[in-house]
């Protein structure tokens, strides 16, 4: 159930089947730090809010067990129905330092990934320059 679970996840964050075992890596990373797993997709499963066109501050605040920026570990269960790839990307994850992803905003649907805060936070001013230069922001 830990796999599927994950993997629903996985299945919600990204729809590039190319870096799904690498986000699977991710927040396998996290778990063994410890860490919240802060995946936008188990708040917006907790809020039902499924047209949302972005994650808002309304649904990292929504006190649910589901919600993975407020509550450790995994969510009490999944929050969709996942594909095969991503059952396998959590089952043959990729093993790397990675702990932080975001978005490139490039319309490509891909994500940057980073070991390190300083990383991350250069990688979300990518993310908020390519969605200017696209006229989304």
């Known amino acids: 159930e830990e796999v599927y679970t994950l993997a629903s996840i996985v299945e919600k964050?990204?729809?590039q089947n190319a870096e799904k075992k690498r986000m699977a890596g991710v927040y396998l990373n996290r778990l063994k730090k410890n860490m919240l797993l802060q995946a936008d997709p188990t708040c917006v499963f907790a809020t039902r809010d499924f047209d949302a066109p972005?994650?808002?501050?309304?649904?990292?605040?929504?006190?649910?067990?589901?919600?993975?920026?407020?509550?450790t570990g995994?969510?009490?269960?999944?929050?969709?129905?996942a594909s095969i790839v991503s059952i396998d990307a959590v089952l043959n994850a990729e093993e790397h330092d990675y702990i932080f992803f975001c978005a490139r905003g490039d319309g490509t649907g891909l994500h940057n990934f980073s070991e390190t805060l300083r990383g991350h936070n250069q990688n979300i001013r990518t993310y908020q320059a390519n969605l200017r230069n696209r006229g989304l922001r």
Do not use: K, Q
């Open 54 to 71: 972005r994650v808002l501050n309304f649904h990292l605040e929504f006190d649910s067990p589901y919600n993975t920026y407020m509550y």
């Open 13 to 15: 964050e990204t729809n």
């Open 74 to 81: 995994l969510p009490p269960g999944p929050i969709a129905m």
